[in-house]
């Protein structure tokens, strides 16, 4: 199978998943918040946010690591080598995974002042949380897209179920941590049961690795470390943190929904990126630097194709949005207009720091994400006392912009290739048209499904008006044909060569 024929095939699963866990998402999300109310939304959020960054202490790196040297060996047809490494990964990550849940376990039992159902909640989750990424990881080192959408696919709609079923009698946070845990229990199993037919699942102990590629690991692991320690900060939600200490819990509730619906927003353009780390780290086995350049102007152009109509569409309409929420969330709409437009760059850079993960070059990541978190944490500290949930969706995304602009420049002097500044512009101004329009008829109207629906008509027509797309960019989605239903294919071929004027 060819790389771009890989491509397409992980884009198709990563798609599925992706559209349908935003759709599940944004419909519990809004359940949700109208049945807690922001206050007790903002606890719940609080949760949830303490879960991912307990992971992240858990997980020093080691699922980037499966996912690089899984594709890596995989790709040059050494299974055992692959499994090898699978087998002393899970196992540093149950241990690590145990001692930070135990960890928190033992406090919430230590401190009477502290919340003790829900930090035993929390604890367990975190186990949980470290297994699944590292199986997903695995998954996708295998370049295996289909296990783990599937999976997503139906832990999400259970979730979904069960946490509109909750709050629909009148149950508060408890049962649902509940719920999410039985998700994470449901998705490692499902994942699990389809990973030995990638890796050898050996008995214990586990097949020694060469000196080489264990230094290898350490030294991609610690790098990854040190940018999950500062991009923690810039990226993570980190701003909850702050808004802990100087907001309310009505702040925490508006950052973390808009941060959560712009970022299952621009998990769209995600689609066309999730897939590059294995297939760089592929191409770097087989040493071919000419398809990496090639694949790496291609996803850019995709990338921002599909990222800045959804940022900046996604702020036009963001007052229409914010009301879905209900009333008291329509003071929302600031901040989730700076998160649609914030997150642009960095689904666009995703494409640059999957490629340098990949030729192991995440050094600069470190260099860059560190400086960037010190910048954030002085912007948190000028902006949250005094604007809130505003200010910190400021610090956050003005941060996210800086370093994303860095690391797609670093990355294109790495490849040593001009990035296409002219047809990224000629992007721009096709979305900003169609957001444009879209703004206008939300406003007039009032209506957010019609002005959603013009801009989707408007934008495609704009892209050819401008000529953002070019035959190589036409020949990958083309390929995307394959995977769509047989009675939708003529139309989805006849969109694309709409688009690419030649």
């Not at 992706?18 to 809004?30: A, E, F, S």
């Not at 992971?55 to 499994?83: D, H, Q, V, W």
């Not at 490849?415 to 296409?420: A, D, H, I």
């Amino acid at each position: 199978m060819s790389v771009y024929q890989t491509i397409v095939r992980n884009t198709y699963w990563s798609a599925l998943s992706t559209v349908g866990g935003l759709v599940m998402g944004v419909i519990t999300n809004i359940v949700i918040a109208r049945a807690l109310g922001a206050p007790l939304l903002g606890r719940y959020n609080y949760w949830l946010w303490l879960i991912g960054l307990l992971a992240l202490i858990a997980s020093p790196g080691l699922p980037g690591a499966m996912t690089k040297f899984g594709a890596e060996y995989l790709g040059r047809e050494e299974r055992e080598s692959a499994s090898a490494i699978f087998a002393r990964l899970l196992r540093i990550e149950l241990v690590l995974g145990a001692l930070v849940g135990g960890t928190v376990l033992v406090f919430s039992l230590l401190v009477p002042a502290s919340d003790t159902a829900a930090l035993a909640l929390v604890a367990f989750s975190v186990l949980l949380v470290v297994v699944e990424v590292f199986f997903q990881a695995a998954a996708k080192g295998a370049q295996d897209f289909r296990v783990f959408s599937q999976a997503s696919l139906i832990g999400g709609f259970l979730y979904a179920v069960a946490a509109i079923t909750i709050v629909s009698f009148g149950y508060g946070i408890y049962p649902l941590l509940i719920a999410y845990i039985g998700r994470r229990i449901l998705t490692i199993l499902l994942i699990g049961w389809k990973l030995p037919a990638h890796y050898t699942l050996q008995g214990s102990p586990a097949p020694a690795l060469p000196p080489e590629l264990r230094q290898r690991i350490i030294r991609y692991s610690r790098d990854i470390v040190l940018i999950f320690a500062t991009s923690t900060i810039p990226y993570e939600r980190f701003g909850v943190f702050f808004l802990k200490l100087f907001a309310t819990d009505v702040d925490i509730a508006f950052y973390s929904q808009s941060f959560d619906l712009a970022m299952k927003s621009m998990a769209i353009p995600a689609i066309f990126t999730a897939t590059l780390l294995p297939t760089f780290a592929s191409l770097q086995g087989q040493n071919d630097v000419e398809r990496i350049g090639r694949v790496y102007l291609s996803s850019n152009r995709i990338a921002a194709a599909v990222a800045m109509p959804i940022g900046l569409g996604g702020a036009a309409v963001a007052a229409s949005v914010a009301l879905l929420y209900g009333p008291d969330f329509l003071g929302m709409t600031p901040i989730l207009a700076i998160f649609f437009i914030g997150n642009i760059g960095g689904s666009i850079a995703s494409v640059s720091v999957a490629m340098l993960y990949s030729a192991e070059e995440q050094n600069y990541m470190v260099r860059l994400n560190a400086v960037v978190a010190l910048f954030n944490i002085v912007l948190s500290l000028l902006l949250v006392p005094a604007l809130g949930a505003t200010g910190a969706a400021l610090a956050t995304c003005g941060c996210q912009t800086v370093s994303s602009a860095m690391c797609i420049a670093h990355a294109a002097r790495r490849l040593q290739v001009e990035l296409p500044f002219r047809i990224l512009g000629r992007v721009f101004f096709a979305a900003l048209s169609a957001a444009i329009a879209a703004w206008l008829i939300s406003t007039w109207l009032g209506g957010l499904v019609v002005a959603v629906a013009a801009a989707v008509l408007i934008y495609p027509v704009m892209l050819r008006t401008f000529a953002a797309l070019d035959t190589s960019d036409q020949e990958l989605l083309t390929r995307l044909s394959q995977h769509v239903p047989q009675s939708l294919a003529p139309a989805y071929q006849g969109l694309v060569q709409f688009l690419v004027r030649s």
